[in-house]
């Protein structure tokens, strides 16, 4: 089993910046990858990015690109989704989540995960 916690969510005005954490305990080595998904108020979750287990692999939706940031701490256990610029439709909760699929690139944005955080509540106000 994998632990996953968020934090580093809350309440930001237009253009202003977040920096969330997930951080893993448990076999974390069982994974491949850790994502980050959002979710908005009546709406369907939504994948926003993930990165692989060594760092080398990252990928953002265009929604994202070019204001949102993935990293990993590997000796913390930690990964990081820097937000910037921030506009009110980035309003949602966002999860962590971690893959143990080896092939987890394949279906990326299907929303497949193992193991899931409970969400921080980020939200942009204009």
């Known amino acids: 089993q994998v632990q996953l916690v968020e934090s580093g969510g809350g309440l930001v005005q237009v253009g202003g910046s977040l920096r969330l954490s997930c951080a893993a305990s448990?076999?974390?080595?069982?994974?491949?990858?850790e994502a980050w998904v959002r979710q908005a108020p009546g709406k369907e979750r939504e994948f926003v990015a993930d990165?692989?287990?060594?760092?080398?692999?990252?990928y953002l939706v265009d929604s994202a690109k070019g204001r949102f940031t993935i990293s990993r701490d590997k000796a913390k256990n930690t990964v990081y989704l820097q937000m910037d610029d921030l506009k009110p439709e980035d309003t949602a909760v966002y999860y962590c989540?971690?893959?143990?699929?080896?092939?987890?690139?394949?279906?990326?944005?299907?929303?497949?995960?193992?193991?899931w955080g409970q969400g921080t509540q980020v939200t942009v106000s204009s």
């Open positions: 989540a971690s893959t143990i699929d080896p092939a987890w690139y394949r279906t990326r944005g299907d929303i497949r995960y193992d193991y």
């Open positions: 448990g076999r974390t080595e069982s994974t491949y990858a």
């Open positions: 990165i692989d287990w060594s760092a080398s692999i990252t």
